[in-house]
């Protein structure tokens, strides 16, 4: 496995969902809404760029010395889902990015509600935005940070469940969780994968 080191090359993170009012909310959109919440926190704002994504670059977190911390590029793609992989592809490549500089923020059915995990590699799950970027980049060897949002009730369609909104009274841990990720990030790049990973996986 490839050694994250907090300091050197760029990071690209790519915050996944559908673009449109109609699927604003939804589960399915919950990496965009944690991008959006990170830059806007950052005082940031996303530009249009011809990858066909919203962008903002900025330095993310402060290392020793209060040295700013990684440059960072953040993104929303304009693209949907299950097309994520060549807009993605498009941003590694203007931008330099190798996949373990890569990090895709995704909804997960197969997490609870508001748990989160980060992971390197391994299958998609069925997720057709990482299978878009698996293909599209040649490799599944990127990180993912995992957003639960749990099995849909009864017999229904997991599609429809993770394009549905997210109820209003689930509201307030839905804000926490999007802090949190967003909080994540900031661990990931500034301290590497396996430091974050072991603080994120080892909390009661």
Known sequence: MNEYSPSGKPWLIVGLG????????????????VVEHLVQGFSQKFNS??????????????????????????????????????????????????????????DDLDLDPWILRLKIGGGEGGHNGLRSISQALGTKDYVRLRCGVGRPPGRQDPADYVLSRFPLAVSTDLEITIAQAADVLEELVVDGLEKTQMRLHTKS
């Open 18 to 33: 559908n673009p449109g009012t109609q699927y604003a909310g939804t589960r399915h959109n919950i990496g965009a809404m």
């Open 49 to 106: 760029h011809p990858a066909g994504a919203h962008i903002a670059q900025f330095s993310l977190g402060y290392l020793p010395g209060g040295i700013p911390g990684p440059k960072v590029i953040i993104a929303r793609l304009n693209s949907y889902m299950n097309v994520s992989g060549k807009p993605t592809a498009a941003l590694c490549k203007y931008f330099n990015i190798t996949p373990d500089r890569l990090c895709v923020i995704h």
